[in-house]
């Protein structure tokens, strides 16, 4: 089992920057695809970015690229999730997520924990 708490939500104007955190406890993290996906009302559920167990090689959606960096820090069992130039259409549910395996996957259904979910919104 892996226990994931996400913090660092919020509400901000478009333009503005915010960092998603997630903090794992429960098993060894370093064993872990980590991802971030989001939830808009009346939407599915999307990917948003994962990364590597060691962080060596991220994937982001392209809606997300160039604004959104993913980053970990196995010593401290955190995860991250910079944005940036966040834009109205940004605004959802963020939650992190941690998958078995030896890859990046964009699927949720691969993801086995899941974190409470944080709420940004990002107003005009």
């Known amino acids: 089992q892996v226990q994931l708490v996400e913090s660092g939500g919020g509400l901000v104007q478009a333009g503005d920057s915010l960092r998603l955190s997630c903090g794992a406890s429960?098993?060894?993290?370093?064993?872990?695809?980590m991802g971030w996906f989001r939830q808009a009302p009346g939407k599915e559920r999307e990917f948003v970015g994962a990364?590597?167990?060691?962080?060596?090689?991220?994937r982001y959606a392209d809606s997300v690229k160039g604004r959104f960096t993913i980053a970990r820090d196995n010593t401290k069992n955190m995860f991250y999730l910079q944005m940036n130039s966040l834009k109205t259409e940004d605004t959802a549910v963020y939650y992190c997520?941690?998958?078995?395996?030896?890859?990046?996957?964009?699927?949720?259904?691969?993801?086995?924990?899941w974190g409470q979910g944080t709420q940004v919104t990002v107003s005009s």
């Open positions: 997520a941690a998958a078995a395996g030896l890859g990046i996957t964009i699927t949720s259904g691969e993801y086995t924990y």
């Open positions: 429960g098993r060894p993290f370093n064993i872990y695809i």
């Open positions: 990364t590597t167990r060691t962080g060596g090689s991220t």
